[in-house]
């Protein structure tokens, strides 16, 4: 079993579901006592979200990478970053590191192409929403469309992850928010959604809708763990 690197923190509710969804999906494949091979980083999330707030996204690119660079010389064999907005700086990071980072959206793509789905429905933070860093990856790579809210719901999505989701925060009233926004997604022609913040998971799952819901979180876990106990070359993502 090789060893996955974590970059966590941001939030540190979704880097909890990484580590137990990781150690849950290595006792399944290899059962008895087995766990994940897991080595994690996990920064100060404030110092992150006013840098994103800022625009400073070169400082957070600064940190970033030098704690990814913590995790390879810890002896992680390649990286997660563990949320899908700092992707925006992937490169950067994969840039000053020696170990392959399995990029996120490369994941989820591989996934929706895997089901046959062409046009998406893309939820996450007003940066993955706006941004081509995401959207723009899965249709260059995938040639899937993503499609996103108006302006209006983009607002209602970002706050509830910032102000809720990301400080432990779950409430009914947003969870029927977020429904409705994925009902008008569906209205346009997505035959999926992407829960594209890993906090999403924590609010809204399979069993509140019939929409086929991609689950980035999970995802990611999923090709990390295909990776750690096979022989895939991890570029497949990508």
Same mark, same amino acid.
Request: proline share 1%.
């Given at each position: ?11 540190? %509710?979704?880097?909890? !579901?990484?580590?137990?969804?990781? &150690? ?17 980083? !996990? ?26 660079? $913590?995790? %390879?010389? !810890?002896?992680?064999? @390649?990286?997660?970053? @563990? ?13 000053? =590191? &020696?170990?392959? *980072? ?19 429905? *893309?939820?996450?933070?007003? +940066? ?8 723009? $990856?899965?249709?260059?790579? +995938? ?9 209006? &719901?983009?607002? =209602? ?6 102000? %809720?989701? @990301? ?5 009914? %009233? ?5 429904? !409705? ?15 594209? @913040? ?38 497949? +993502?990508?």
């Amino acid at each position: 079993m090789k060893t996955i690197g974590l970059l966590g923190g941001m939030s540190w %509710e979704s880097t909890a !579901s990484y580590y137990k969804a990781l &150690n849950i999906g290595v006792k399944q494949a290899l059962g008895g006592l087995h766990s994940a091979k897991v080595s994690l980083i !996990s920064v100060d999330f404030h110092d992150i979200a006013l840098l994103q707030q800022q625009g400073d996204w070169q400082s957070a690119s600064t940190i970033l990478s030098s704690e990814a660079q $913590r995790v %390879e010389a !810890s002896g992680a064999e @390649c990286l997660l970053i @563990c949320t899908n907005t700092m992707h925006k700086i992937a490169e950067d990071i994969q840039a000053n =590191i &020696n170990i392959p *980072l399995l990029h996120i959206a490369d994941a989820t793509g591989a996934k929706l192409k895997k089901d046959k789905i062409k046009k998406v429905g *893309l939820l996450g933070t007003k +940066f993955t929403m706006t941004e081509e860093f995401y959207k723009g $990856r899965i249709k260059e790579k +995938f040639n899937i469309h993503a499609i996103v809210p108006n302006d209006a &719901n983009q607002t =209602i999505v970002h706050n509830i992850i910032y102000d %809720e989701l @990301c400080q432990g925060v779950i409430k009914a %009233e947003s969870k029927q928010a977020y429904l !409705s926004i994925i009902e008008k997604l569906v209205e346009h022609g997505a035959e999926g959604i992407i829960l594209g @913040c890993t906090e999403i998971g924590l609010l809204v799952q399979q069993t509140d809708t019939e929409a086929p819901l991609y689950d980035t979180t999970q995802i990611h876990v999923d090709a990390a763990i295909d990776w750690a106990l096979n022989t895939n070359d991890i570029t497949q +993502f990508r």
